[in-house]
């Protein structure tokens, strides 16, 4: 029955909340978070504490970390003791803590990412700053608790003669609280700890005087500013850290790039590892080798460069590319009166002063406690060594010892304490030489009392006895600022084009989106026809080109797809080399219809798109430039009005061009009309009406045709059903946009012909008709005749035994053959 009234009821989201949030409160308090007031965490003040009670400190030899992994466990942490060798070894890692609290013999790990070796081999002690961290805690200047297990006292802070916090710094993750607080130089913040003593109502800017920003272990340089102000404000803020690098010069007119500190908390191994695969992946050209020279004397890394490469804008390219420069996000959350908190520099600091004050007021009070006590036995002493005679006597009359001191007490006013002194003294204290000690132990305690007793009735004998302190920590343990704080931008310009090696290589893209560069040697001794496509896809580009050079890929979805040829995968003629979904999400359906190349992109040109349902436009180049997410989306060229419209062509033309266009539609009709006549408008308008379209129809393609060889052009059309002709193009008369134009075939009611392909030229030429079955016809256009508006031309293509037309393409000029 009992069992029973014990078992409740409860909501499932109320259990869930009381567990986590007891959780949450003890990871909080108990793990994650440093005390504001000694920066450490529950772990590290334990390690330090444990390792202070079992005499482990820098003037001692060194002991197994096993032994005080071990003491730690058993007495203070029950945790598991990997978690606290990790914090054991996190505090003597020089590349992490600005001043470290513990020495190590042994493998500690490296800046690598190498682990420690395993605590049985190796050994630790305190550092010698630690013990400024430990100072006085025997004189009751904390609060003790008693442990997991109730056998031990351990501090809930240490009465640290500095501000660890910022010294140190703290990184940590709690459930909702995160704290990133970087180090910084210990004398830059003992000079500002003194002076908001000294000044209570100090500015930030004043403080920022000393503290000039954060000083990492690493060194490296703190690019800019203006983050710095913010976090110090706010306890948020960003700043960009950049590694210390020089150029120098090598024999043979070549440079290399001299890396002696980077970032903190940069991995050094998986840095030089991605430098290097810049390198093999040739993303810029030039460097020539990458090599760790570090050893015993420092931190080395060396970029060795090609001859002729630009070193500064390499490095710069690596600066942006790589750890070389990073982004470092102040976070300054500690736990201040058992409440995470953010806070900002005057806050730590104020809150320092606060602890400070307490443990010299904690720790006066017990030595003044302890000096009067002496004193009281010491006043005792002298008074008995002036009447020696009768104390004697006294003692010798009692029966005991307990009826010594009673008599004494009685007959001649001594305290119990001076009394218990007095029948404790040995025979050969009785001479002068101690008399004459006391009387000078006595009077060094008065002048000891009186000092205590100044310094906690006067606020300032307290604030200079603080600031007596923390100067001597400077002078012993102050060093000069590793990181350089500069006033420089952190922005980074990178000329692309100097990082990459002009060399001619063969292109080739196709419609189904496979894209390759290929050495001239591979594709000199290959056969062209040998390209490595699938079958059933075609090239749709093919050309030499420098690989300075950038491609415009455009789709009939409307999208544009940037690529500068060095971006290509590079790959054998004989290969299929990339294809475009690797990239880029682009639609099964999606076909490149056209490629474009510009050696550089402040070209004056427009672009000339036209959509099957009768839209049209001109794009300017400018208003086409590459995006920061090029190499992952398409750019929208033209959008589409309809779910199923495609884009049929795209032209590069002269902003002033005077060329005139012919559109075709699938129903045979064609309209003229000038070029200037159609508007420059935005990447994500659909156009203006190129055609006046029938329900049914749309636009097959269309022609340009400069109005001066008008008379020289003929167009060749190609029907669904075979036929093949061709005629004049100034059969067709120009008008204005929009129109519906003329009928260039003969309407038939059965069967009628519908264009499926056409193509102009101005001289005979060999045809080349493809169709559906991927069958190619040639066709020599001086063996046809030149047909009037309303002729349906020749039969050439069996639509039954070869499949429908699906294009038409010009071969040699019969005058070359």
């Given at each position: 029955m009992a069992t029973k009234e014990r078992i409740r009821e409860m909501p499932l989201e109320q259990v869930m909340g009381e567990r986590f949030g007891r959780y949450s409160k003890y990871i909080i308090q108990e793990r994650a978070l440093p005390d504001i007031r000694d920066g450490l965490k529950p772990v590290q003040r334990r390690i330090l504490f444990a390792m202070y009670r079992d005499n482990n400190t820098y003037d001692k030899p060194f002991k197994k970390a096993a032994k005080a992994v071990g003491n730690i466990m058993g007495n203070f942490h029950p945790h598991g003791d990997s978690s606290i060798y990790g914090a054991l070894v996190h505090l003597s890692q020089n590349w992490k803590m600005r001043e470290t609290l513990v020495e190590m013999h042994g493998n500690n790990g490296s800046m690598d990412g190498d682990g420690p070796a395993a605590m049985r081999y190796t050994e630790s002690r305190l550092s010698k700053i630690s013990n400024m961290l430990l100072a006085d805690i025997d004189k009751d200047t904390v609060n003790m608790v008693?442990?997991?297990?109730?056998?031990?006292?351990?501090?809930?802070?240490?009465?640290?003669?500095?501000?660890?916090?910022?010294?140190?710094?703290?990184?940590?993750?709690?459930?909702?609280?995160?704290?990133?607080?970087?180090?910084?130089?210990?004398?830059?913040?003992?000079?500002?700890?003194?002076?908001?003593?000294?000044?209570?109502?100090?500015?930030?800017?004043?403080?920022?005087?000393?503290?000039?920003?954060?000083?990492?272990?690493?060194?490296?340089?703190?690019m800019g500013k203006e983050g710095l102000e913010e976090a110090y404000r706010t306890g948020r803020g960003r700043i960009q850290v950049r590694a210390k690098t020089t150029i120098q010069e090598l024999r043979g007119h070549r440079e290399e790039i001299v890396i002696t500190e980077i970032p903190f908390a940069v991995n050094k191994a998986l840095l030089v590892k991605k430098m290097d695969e810049i390198r093999l992946n040739k993303e810029i050209d030039g460097i020539a080798e990458v090599r760790d020279e570090t050893d015993r004397h420092g931190l080395s890394m060396v970029v060795e460069l090609k001859k002729g490469a630009d070193a500064q804008n390499i490095l710069n390219y690596l600066f942006k590319n790589t750890e070389l420069q990073v982004s470092y996000n102040f976070n300054m959350v500690a736990i201040d009166d058992m409440t995470p908190m953010q806070v900002g520099l005057k806050h730590i600091l104020s809150s320092y002063l606060k602890h400070e004050k307490d443990v010299i007021t904690k720790r006066t009070k017990y030595d003044l406690n302890k000096a009067e006590n002496r004193l009281e036995i010491i006043q005792g002493l002298v008074h008995a060594m002036d009447i020696l005679d009768q104390v004697i006597k006294v003692i010798r009359a009692s029966k005991n010892k307990a009826a010594a001191k009673d008599n004494l007490t009685a007959k001649f006013d001594f305290t119990p304490r001076q009394a218990e002194a007095i029948v404790s003294l040995q025979l050969y204290r009785l001479t002068n030489t101690d008399v004459d000690a006391l009387v000078a132990e006595q009077a060094a305690l008065n002048e000891k009392i009186a000092q205590y007793r100044e310094l906690l009735a006067d606020r300032q004998v307290l604030e200079k006895e603080i600031v007596k302190e923390l100067l001597a920590v400077k002078r012993e343990f102050g060093n000069p600022r590793r990181t350089e704080i500069s006033g420089a931008t952190a922005k980074i310009q990178i000329d692309e084009k100097a990082l990459v090696a002009d060399e001619q290589v063969r292109v080739l893209i196709s419609r189904e989106g496979y894209l390759k560069r290929s050495s001239l040697r591979s594709w000199q001794s290959s056969d062209d026809e040998d390209n490595g496509l699938p079958d059933g896809d075609e090239v749709i580009y093919a050309k030499t080109l420098s690989t300075l050079t950038n491609l415009y890929l455009f789709t009939n979805r409307g999208n544009v797809i940037f690529r500068p040829v060095n971006e290509l995968v590079e790959a054998k003629w004989k290969e299929t080399g990339q294809h475009l979904s690797q990239e880029i999400g682009l639609d099964s359906s999606e076909q490149i219809i056209r490629v474009f190349s510009f050696d550089h992109l402040e070209e004056e040109v427009n672009f000339l798109l036209a959509s099957d349902d009768g839209y049209i436009k001109q794009l300017k180049l400018a208003n086409l430039q590459p995006t920061r997410t090029y190499r992952s989306r398409a750019i929208t060229a033209m959008k589409m009005k309809q779910k199923d419209s495609q884009l049929v062509r795209v032209d590069v033309v002269k902003p002033d061009t005077v060329a005139e266009i012919i559109l075709f539609t699938k129903n045979a009709y064609a309209v003229r009309y000038c070029v200037s006549e159609i508007p420059e408008l935005g990447a994500k308008a659909a156009g203006v009406k190129s055609v006046n379209l029938k329900a049914d129809d749309l636009i097959v393609s269309y022609l340009l045709i400069n109005p001066e060889y008008l008379d020289q052009m003929r167009v060749g059309i190609v029907t669904q059903r075979g036929a093949f002709k061709q005629f004049k193009a100034k059969l067709i008369n120009r008008v204005s946009r929009a129109k519906r134009g003329v009928l260039v075939l003969r309407e038939l009611k059965a069967k009628p012909h519908r264009i499926a392909a056409l193509s102009a030229y101005g001289q005979d030429h060999t045809l080349i008709i493809t169709t559906s079955s991927r069958r190619h016809i040639k066709l020599q256009s001086n063996e046809f005749p030149l047909g009037d508006r309303y002729s349906n031309g020749s039969f050439v293509v069996d639509t039954v035994s070869d499949g429908r037309p699906v294009s038409l393409k010009l071969g040699r000029p019969l005058s070359s053959e």
């Open positions: 008693l442990n997991f297990d109730d056998t031990e006292y351990e501090p809930t802070v240490l009465p640290v003669r500095f501000p660890n916090l910022l010294v140190n710094g703290s990184t940590g993750i709690s459930a909702g609280y995160a704290t990133e607080i970087p180090p910084h130089n210990l004398s830059e913040v003992i000079d500002a700890t003194v002076y908001l003593l000294k000044n209570p109502a100090a500015s930030l800017a004043e403080l920022m005087n000393f503290v000039k920003g954060p000083d990492f272990p690493t060194g490296a340089i703190v």
